[in-house]
């Protein structure tokens, strides 16, 4: 086929793309402004942190974040992320299995939808919550009569969450069902399974890795969020301060090292979250990559 453009034989191109070279000089140019960003941006404002935190001593880090209210704000971001972080998978998985599966009118609307809290500024969700349910609303006044506070408590604090990260296990979960496909669920519906047989036996462990994906990126997410957890909080010290929250408050104050002490925290949850996602989305992608290999022999 190659020889009306004078490939024959031996000099005819591979079916797959060949790379193409770049000079020496652009490779070097290319990393040494990555590594000087990442530097930067990066590993400078990281090792300044640690650094600070520690500047007074190990006793004084230790005091910091074993304080009362160091410990009350770690409980409630942990707290918030433990509530936010299930619902927002089960929302996920029953996201991706309608969108991935199911052919419906206004489908593509539904898929912007759930990218809404992604274009919406974190202050601007925070104000939402605020306008619908806070005390001087009809429907927190309903509350507060019924001696439930959403605002400025804990549970707005979950709702908030809860907004700003309820995409992000859907949005990792849809591409890893797509790419699964339905052979399998539909091969153990013919043979007799059940929804539910098909979904925990088959369709849950096809998407296993994505699921835990989702898991990693809205946890941290979750425990890092600052802008709607802001309005919402109220901001009162020993109950309603998350750990960022909580830095911030120690910093305004001037109370540097417990500030960067608290701050070390995140950075460590942070550092952690980045080594599991890089662990699993190597197999999230190579979970894609199977699940591509297989679907000509399937078809086949």
């Not at 047989?197 to 898991?215: A, D, H, K, S």
Request: with cysteine; hydrophobic share 55%.
């Amino acid at each position: 086929m190659f020889e009306n453009f004078g490939f024959t034989g031996a000099n005819a191109p591979h079916s797959r793309r060949v790379g193409v070279g770049e000079p020496p000089g652009v490779r070097r140019a290319l990393l040494a402004i990555t590594f000087a960003f990442l530097g930067l941006f990066l590993f400078l404002p990281l090792a300044a942190v640690f650094t600070e935190a520690f500047a007074k001593g190990l006793g004084v880090y230790l005091a910091a974040i074993s304080s009362q209210e160091a410990r009350a704000a770690i409980r409630l971001t942990l707290t918030t992320a433990a509530i936010a972080v299930p619902l927002n998978v089960g929302f996920g998985l029953a996201a991706a299995w309608l969108v991935a599966r199911f052919e419906f009118p206004g489908k593509q609307f539904l898929a912007t939808l759930i990218d809404l809290p992604f274009s919406v500024s974190p202050v601007i969700s925070g104000m939402l919550f605020v306008l619908l349910l806070g005390v001087r609303t009809p429907m927190g006044e309903w509350l507060a009569d019924h001696g439930l506070r959403i605002i400025f408590a804990e549970p707005g604090i979950v709702l908030a969450t809860i907004f700003v990260t309820f995409p992000i296990a859907a949005r990792e979960l849809i591409p890893v069902m797509q790419a699964s496909g339905q052979d399998e669920e539909e091969a153990a519906i013919v043979l007799g399974a059940s929804g539910f047989q098909m979904f925990t036996r088959v369709t849950l462990p096809n998407v296993r890795w994505g699921v835990v994906y989702g898991v990693v990126l809205c946890a941290a997410r979750a425990m890092g969020e600052f802008g709607a957890v802001s309005v919402v909080s109220g901001h009162i010290r020993g109950a309603t301060n998350t750990m960022p929250l909580y830095v911030e408050i120690l910093y305004n104050d001037y109370e540097f090292s417990a500030a960067f002490a608290v701050a070390s925290l995140l950075a460590l949850l942070s550092i952690v979250t980045l080594t599991l996602k890089h662990a699993v989305g190597r197999r999230v992608a190579s979970q894609i990559k199977h699940a591509g290999e297989e679907l000509p022999r399937l078809a086949a």
